[in-house]
């Protein structure tokens, strides 16, 4: 069974930083499935953050996080990491992690989620 579980959220201030974690369990992040983050915005649909390909450790990011964010993933210890720095209030939303078949593709897994908030 495939489990993802997040971890790592919380409340910061504009400026900022949060390291999220995605613990893995079922499958592997470097040989099946790709590692996504989304977020999604209280009254607005859930979007692409980052993601980080399997295959080749590509790492694709949204142009509001570019420069911000750092997506990485520890094969050994079959996690994954989203570090967010100069984190802004817009950055404000629940953060799930997920298993893709690749990056742009189906979703496999999510994550419960985990909240963050960043307050101005």
């Known amino acids: 069974e495939v489990q993802l579980v997040e971890s790592g959220g919380g409340l910061v201030q504009a400026g900022g930083s949060l390291t999220l974690s995605c613990a893995a369990s079922?499958?592997?992040?470097?040989?099946?499935?790709?590692l996504g983050w989304f977020r999604q915005a209280p009254g607005k649909e859930r979007e692409g953050v980052s993601c980080?390909?399997?295959?080749?450790?590509?790492?694709y990011y949204a142009d509001s996080v570019k420069g911000r964010f750092t997506i990485s993933r520890s094969n050994a210890k079959n996690t994954g990491y989203l570090q967010m720095n100069s984190l802004k209030p817009e950055d404000t939303a629940v953060y799930y992690c997920?298993?893709?078949?690749?990056?742009?593709?189906?979703?496999?897994?999510w994550g419960q989620g985990t909240q963050v908030t960043v307050s101005s």
């Open positions: 980080i390909s399997s295959s080749d450790g590509s790492t």
């Open positions: 997920a298993a893709l078949y690749y990056c742009s593709g189906p979703v496999h897994s």
């Open positions: 079922g499958f592997t992040f470097d040989d099946d499935y790709a």
